[in-house]
């Protein structure tokens, strides 16, 4: 070590932030064992990953037996695909509290890897599910009873418009109104983008302003792995929980097709090359586990760091982690 240039060793997080992630932990294990939901465990590396083109994963090399010449694996940015193919095989009830990895996210709120809780009920609607993360999210930092906004009303109240009817013209407009730029690459055809660009600049600031607020019913290109109900609109079966104008949690009712999913990873690839980004083979696996039959159910995953960042009322993710992307 050089006198002039110290090595950071330290943890970012104090000793009662560490000791307040324990206690967390702790409580969430035992909230879930009271209600009979199984703790599991599943890899984090895997042969294949999301094809979600927002999504940006870490790959390695593993060389050893089965594999001489070396092979290819991917650290799981969820562990989704995994829990489906348990819930297929009959594991009823089922949730995981574990380390996942995102590439190309750094910053206040992200570090590239994080600690992930992520559950699914049989025979749960989103409603009981949202019910039931109110009632976690209650426990763990004692946050009052959340509001419960659709995604339409939500943009009706904060921006003004119906995102299920507007143009993009009348989308890039609010947006000039609002005084946002316009991001390099959003063209007239990026309508998702736009709504995305007032969401997190305009509505999601708003959200979760003195209790909890859950936003639902999704535009259908906005489905990702949830169902899709048919209606005028037809809108996409997911929810995502706000506090403080933070993302905290994102649900669906989950998408059980496997010729659906298969589309719709194809649809993720075409985007992914029109962007020129490494494709991404469909997971073989979770297809055929949904062929042979997905349990009716819904699933949610929550940032615990997130969350740990409202019960200690830090300003950055460092404060709750030991050791971010910058001290390793």
Known sequence: MQDNFPIEWRPTASLENLRLRARVLAAIRSFFSERGVLEVE???????????PHLHSFTTRYTGPGAPQGRTLCLQTS????MKRLLAAGSGPIYQLGKVFRNEEA?????PEFTLLEWYRPEFDLAALMSEVEALVGLLIGA???????YADAFVRHVGINPHAATVEELKHCALIQNISEPPGLDDSGRDGWLDLLLTHVVEPQLGIGRPTFIFDYPPSQAALARVRPGNPAVAERFELYISGIELANGYHELGDAGEQRRRFDADRAKRHAAGLPDILPD???????QHGL???????LGVDRLLMIAAQAQTIDEVMAFPVSRV
């Open 42 to 52: 599943t890899p984090t590396l895997s042969s294949t990953t999301v094809t979600d």
């Open 284 to 290: 073989e696996r979770l297809l055929a586990a949904l």
């Open 107 to 111: 910053g206040r709120r992200h570090n």
């Open 295 to 301: 349990p009716d159910c819904c699933g949610v995953a």
């Open 144 to 150: 009052p009873q959340a509001e419960r906004l659709s």
């Open 79 to 82: 562990p989704e695909f995994a």
